[in-house]
DNA sequence: TTTTAGCACTCATATATTGACAATGCTAAC
DNA sequence: GTTAGCATTGTCAATATATGAGTGCTAAAA
């Protein structure tokens, strides 16, 4: 643990270079520690020896290392309250009632990125628990269908179907009612093995041709189980920071951004303590050693997702922090 | 009209500009054009004087000008046959029967960005000539619902609903189906005048409970006429020329893609030639005076939309060209 | 009339030199 | 444990210098 004064020196430290992004010299701290230049360099040093602070060069203030932040972000930060401002701003998307979830997830963290000037990333589960409400189908034309899936979550997925075969629409419309009469309320991951099971013997004792619309009934689901949201919120403002002052870095940062792995990675970064916002400083996440990472998990009626952010390590951890607490949880309580 | 051999000149420097992006000088052009460097010199510095030439400071090479370009567009590029992989990667999203005409649009367009390195941004005007198919609701509970709007061309849109009152889900069926019974096969920018004054008062006559109703499905209408895509697709690639060695450069461009007044802006501008490809080189669009824009509009079966392209000034305009025209046939043909 | 060789000139780019400045570490005194 | 003082270190910006690619122009050749 550290001392008062070194702990004090630290947040001091680090909050003036999160602000002005520039190393910190020992005399510009005299007055706010009372005490001499000389006292303070001998104190930094400490803390440098520690391994909390670092120099860009010889001669030069100090800078908060990785170890600097995590320390800061774990023993000295407290969560900011959020200005009455900025919560009006979100609770206009949290009231709005014709948002879907998924929406309303999205919008709120557009907010985000906007007040934080951080990228924000949406990663949605195909939701779990949703159970199939009704399948339904619409002709276009002789060849081609729309087959609509919705659940009782208020998911509605909708996929074009394209059958060769000159079919009947009174067929059709038999087999989508077996369908129905099987699988409403199945949840939707199990939603192909009664395909198999259960709907495809009864089709099988039928004419041939129905096995074609089935096949395209199984693609449809398939289909949906799998799909996920990823969205990714990116911001121009987030590179005005003098750390990105080379066109190098900045196209370092975009393609990653652009590289949907990448992305994915962000999910599946360990997280032990459920239900909290985790912080990845740097190289402690995959993303990018000059990054820093902080998400959390979201839960609601078996729906699950990930929400994160990203930006420069020096980061305003605690205004982040505060609202990735806020959004998660309004939207579990919704 | 240019002499040929100054036609060839600009030909020569434009293409070797857009391929190295490095001033051209008078030497390295005399094998092509077996002469004197002193004799290419004399007639770069006509071309110069036409303004079709720059130079980047007094004793540099020549660099085509913004009239350079227009002339090379207009007047000297032929449209680049496509390679046969190009073609390939695009068929297969033009025979993927199972796409949605929107989602074949946006996903050629991905990999029209692909192959380039432009990014690409597809703008769909909501379809016009859609015609209502049906209309349907699915309760999620008490007070929450799925309205689910099909067209013939196969658009599904769907939004929820939030009725505050208590309402049957008998009585919901009932305008359900008054309003199918009226506007099936209604072209989509007539509905909310045909439910104005031709279902609006039907219900007037029943209780007043069901204008509660009614309000809610005016607003999924509404909400569907007006809704439209947008789609940019950016690639990190577009930035790795020379002319974006500059952050603040790089800022600036990722700045206006951000802005969807800009994006918008790209529809907008003046189009005479209906059906063509038309390049924006330069300040000729309002987009940014260092980037050139490339559009066409497609329109199949009243659904209007835009195709672009947006990159640097030095651009493969035959490429693009025969790109975009392949793009635009393809959607059509459909 | 057109082409070319030759030469002086210009400007970007790269590298080295310098002084001012902002910090530091260290030592010795308080 | 704290502080003043001082030599030291490295950044930054300004300045100088050399190099080289490319030009314009002129006068001679084709």
Known sequence: MLSSRRTELLKLIVEDYIKTARPIGSKSLCTALSCSSATIRNEMSELEEMGLLEKTHTSSGRVPSEKGYRYYVDHIMKPKELTGEDVLKLQTIFRNNSLMLSDTIIKSMEIV??????????????????????????????????????????????KKMFIKEKIDIVEIKQVVDLINKHIIGTPIDEVSSKLEYEVKPIIGEEIKQKE??????????????????????RTSNMLKGPEFNDADKIRKILEKFENKDMIHRIEEEEDDEEGSVRIYIGSESEFDDDMTVIKTKYSIDGEEGTLALVGPKRMQYDKVTALLHYIKENIERK
């Open 212 to 233: 074609v619309l089935y096949n395209a009934f199984y693609n449809v689901f398939t289909d949906i189980k799998n799909s996920s949201n990823v969205k990714v919120n």
């Open 113 to 158: 990125s906007e007040l934080t000037n951080y990228t924000s990333i949406v990663l949605g589960k195909s939701s779990k628990n949703n159970r199939i409400s009704k399948v339904e189908v619409v002709p276009l034309d002789k060849n081609n269908f729309i087959a609509i899936v919705i659940t009782d979550k208020g998911y509605v997925k909708h």
